[in-house]
């Protein structure tokens, strides 16, 4: 599996509770599944600064 680390805390935790970090978009836990999210989660998601969802893995900010 990829190890990158990118300084959010996700990396460095011992238990990590969603799949994607929201920082780099790369899956935390693979053993984390979860269903679609609505447009309204990843539009409150965006104002918390995350750069992308932790349940889907979806880039939330643009550019870049
Ligand atoms: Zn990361
Ligand atoms: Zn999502």
Do not use: W
């Not at 929201?22 to 965006?46: F, M, Q, Y």
């Not at 750069?51 to 900010?61: E, P, W």
């Amino acid at each position: 599996m990829l190890r990158v680390r990118c300084g959010n805390d996700n990396h460095g935790r011992s238990v990590v509770t969603v799949r994607f970090c929201s920082g780099c978009g790369v899956i935390v836990n693979d053993r984390i599944h979860t269903g679609g999210c609505a447009p309204e989660k990843h539009a409150r998601r965006r104002r918390t600064q995350s750069t992308y969802c932790v349940d889907c893995g979806t880039r939330l900010v643009q550019g870049r």
